[in-house]
């Protein structure tokens, strides 16, 4: 493996974990705060793909507002599930949660293949985006690649900066470490899980509809990146939006340098990353003890 | 408190011990005689009702017993049948005495491991950390070209049990086929039945219930676990031969966490806590679904059953958390009859340890 070769996968692993990134930390979010174990977390990445693929025609070359606009859309659509489907599943077992969520995807499967049907489809990135960057005169970029990336940096510096520096996230963090003084104090928490959840829709279906233009949009795609959060929320422990993120990057890492290392078996890699850390450390590496 | 008295009598609510017997035999008796009705369409959807009992059976035993929610159960039912499938010879039958053992076996040492590894977490971890080792699993299969890769692979003849040079079993024939997984069920939930009224039953009922006082009492609640996911998954292993035996056919969505979810659907649409829930709910899923996908009632909706049998089971869930059974105990006091526990006591246990 020469030099360039190996910046570029570098490049790629740090792009992968920091879209996983997005999704993981949605799925953390909304476990660590509401305690809800949402299996139709993949859905909503897919819906973001799916939603990119519709409205896509519309906006042309501004991206960004594409952008937004699906941001705003499908935090909305989050917004409405939480009030409709999922303040449901606060009282009630995991069990009865992994089921109801399960069902979910079933059903979302189905909507979507009503909609839009079964075909995969190619999204293309804006022309501003389009093309290749040269690194160090050795090997050309996607431009489109490094934009998902800086996309994603921007995203997660201000999700820190909401949880860490406004009054909301301190309401999360708060809600997170001790939901029962939360309510006692006054705060109205069903509009905060409500806030909590639509933000957790918003951030996968970003993921999503970020995703779109480098890769292919499929009915399968939810469920595969489902998978892989779990392993990064059990790699990085639970409710924790920092182990979520350096769990991803390793992920990340793992994954694309698999495929490059091991072909056929590059699939596994990350479970067998998980089942080191488990052994290891079985809370993940952040836990908040759950 | 219900909830011990659930835990250490296991029995159908609604019936007395005395006579718990009666209603498991009438139905052996009538499942004995049904394929002399059955046309041979009917009589493939009975066998395929009878394996998913084995495989809910053995999910029961993990879920509704001692209360760990695995969601990667399919991989030990898959794997099995990869093994069924890969382990039998092209020009011949394979030997069930061969091949039976063997799928049990190599499912069973994955479940050691899996279980192993997942055994270190508790609650929502292990939820997911089961469903990955799952779908690890799935992806050795899907992406190597061991078995097939994503197509999967046919048995060209399957298996047989031969004596010297008469055939005993040949499960090419249906007739001995649904004999056969019969005789799995009988075995499975015969044995599962002991279990639950031995020794080690019990401490699994305790574990489900207080896990916390079982340790305190001095029971090394990590090997009584294990043992329980290792014996789980060698009966999904049954059930797993036995459909690779029925379709002639393995591929990788056997070990997809659909599968799993299918199946933990069963359990719970039958009711928690009881064997016969988990054969009422196998039943009910199979027969929900062949419903639900018959163009002769929804005509051009029938593609679509995904979406009215999701809807199905969040109704259900929602509405029936005790299951099937639950109906024929409305208004009797039988215990909680869910396996997890509701958040704030696994924090309460996370900030004492």
């Known amino acids: ?290 | 408190m219900g909830t011990s008295i659930a835990a250490t009598n296991a029995v159908m609510p609604g019936a007395t011990p005395r006579f718990g017997w009666l209603a498991p035999l009438a139905v052996l008796v009538i499942l004995a005689v049904l394929p002399m009705f059955l046309s041979s369409y009917s009589q493939d959807l009975a066998v395929k009702i009878i394996i998913y009992a084995v495989f809910a059976l053995s999910l029961e035993l993990l879920v509704g017993t001692t209360g760990l929610v695995s969601l990667g159960h399919a991989a030990f039912f898959g794997i099995a049948a990869y093994v069924t499938g890969l382990a039998s010879p092209e020009a011949e039958a394979g030997s069930i005495l061969v091949l039976l053992p063997l799928a049990i076996l190599i499912a069973g040492a994955y479940a050691l491991v899996v279980g192993a590894l997942s055994l270190r977490t508790k609650g929502v971890y292990f939820i997911m950390v089961t469903l990955a080792f799952a779908q690890m699993a799935y992806y050795v299969f899907h992406d190597t070209p061991i078995g097939g890769g994503s197509d999967g692979m046919y048995l060209t003849l399957r298996p047989a049990l031969a004596l010297g040079t008469t055939t005993l079993i040949d499960l090419d024939n249906a007739r001995h086929l649904y004999f056969m997984a019969l005789g799995a069920l009988v075995f499975t939930f015969g044995l599962l039945a002991l279990v639950q009224r031995s020794r080690f039953g019990h401490a699994l009922a305790g574990i489900r219930v207080n896990e916390q006082r079982m340790r305190a009492a001095g029971f090394q609640t990590y090997w009584y676990k294990l043992a329980a996911f290792v014996l789980a998954g060698m009966l999904a292993a049954l059930a797993g031969f036995l459909m690779a035996a029925k379709n002639g056919v393995v591929n990788p969505e056997m070990l997809s966490w659909h599968e799993s979810g299918a199946v933990l659907l069963m359990i719970i649409l039958g009711g928690l806590g009881s064997l016969r829930g988990a054969v009422i709910g196998a039943m009910a899923f199979v027969l929900l679904k062949e419903f639900y996908s018959s163009e002769a009632i929804f005509g051009d909706f029938a593609a679509r059953w995904q979406l009215t049998l999701g809807l199905t089971m969040i109704f259900f869930v929602a509405l029936l958390p005790k299951g099937l059974i639950g109906l024929s105990s409305l208004g009797k006091r039988f215990g909680r009859a869910s396996a997890g526990r509701p958040a704030t006591e696994e924090q309460a246990e996370g900030a004492d340890k």
Not at chain 1, 78 to 95: A, K, N, T, V
Not at chain 1, 193 to 219: D, K, W
Request: proline share 2%; hydrophobic share 55%.
């Open chain 1, 1 to 290: 493996m020469d030099i360039s070769t190996f910046l570029v996968q570098c490049l790629n692993s740090i792009q992968y974990g920091l879209l996983l990134f997005l999704v993981a930390s949605g799925l953390t979010l909304i476990f660590g705060i509401m305690g809800v174990i949402n299996l139709a977390h993949g859905s909503f990445y897919m819906i973001g793909a799916y939603l990119a693929f519709s409205i896509a025609p519309f906006f042309g070359n501004h991206f960004i507002a594409m952008l937004l606009a699906g941001v705003a859309l499908s935090a909305l659509f989050g917004f409405f599930l939480e009030w409709i489907f999922f303040s449901y599943l606060y009282q009630r077992d995991h069990l009865q949660q992994v089921l109801m969520t399960y069902a979910l995807i079933l059903v979302f499967e189905e909507l979507r293949s009503i909609l839009v049907g079964n075909d995969v489809h190619g999204v293309k990135a804006p022309d501003w985006l389009s093309g290749g960057v040269s690194l160090g005169g050795i090997m050309t970029y996607p431009i489109y690649n490094l934009f998902a990336s800086a996309a994603c940096i921007v995203v997660a510096i201000g999700l820190y900066l909401v949880v860490n520096r406004t009054r909301l996230g301190m309401m999360i963090r708060a809600g997170a470490s001790n939901r029962d003084m939360v309510r006692g104090l006054g705060i109205n928490i069903r509009l905060l899980y409500r806030i909590v959840f639509a933000a957790g829709v918003a951030l996968a279906a970003l993921a999503g509809m970020i995703a779109a233009p480098m890769a292919s949009v499929y009915p399968g795609m939810g469920g595969h990146v489902l998978i892989v959060c779990f392993v990064v929320v059990v790699i990085g422990g639970i409710g924790s939006i920092s182990g979520a993120l350096i769990a991803s990057l390793l992920v990340g890492f793992v994954d694309t340098f698999g495929k490059v290392f091991f072909a056929q078996l590059s699939g596994i890699g990350i479970y067998v990353l998980m089942a080191i850390i488990l052994i290891w450390r079985p809370e993940g590496l952040r836990s908040k003890g759950y």
